[in-house]
């Protein structure tokens, strides 16, 4: 069986793909690692490790929800 080449086309896709549907369960869930995990079906020892290799860290939480700061009152 072939490898993917990391630079192809459709690894690049799919790692923009997998990227987004992880940090938009994890915002779902308030960045609760447990309760994302459950969500998606998955291990949190998959979920950290996919986290690593995409690049998502939990100090891109947004402040304020998914659309930015909240606007002052």
Same mark, same amino acid.
């Given at each position: 069986?072939? !490898?993917?080449?990391? /630079?192809?086309?459709? $690894? *690049?896709?799919?790692? !923009?793909?997998? #990227? $987004?549907?992880? !940090?938009?369960?994890?915002?779902?869930? +308030?960045?609760?690692? #447990?309760? /994302? !995990?459950?969500?998606? &079906?998955?291990?949190?020892? /998959?979920?950290?490790? *996919?986290?690593?290799?995409? +690049?998502?860290?939990?100090?891109?939480?947004? #402040?304020? &929800?998914?659309? &930015?700061?909240?606007?002052?009152?």
């Amino acid at each position: 069986m072939r !490898t993917l080449n990391p /630079t192809s086309l459709y $690894s *690049r896709l799919m790692a !923009t793909w997998e #990227r $987004s549907i992880l !940090t938009v369960a994890l915002i779902d869930h +308030g960045w609760n690692v #447990r309760a /994302t !995990t459950q969500a998606l &079906g998955i291990a949190r020892n /998959t979920l950290y490790q *996919r986290m690593a290799v995409l +690049g998502i860290r939990p100090h891109e939480k947004p #402040r304020g &929800g998914v659309d &930015g700061p909240e606007s002052p009152l």
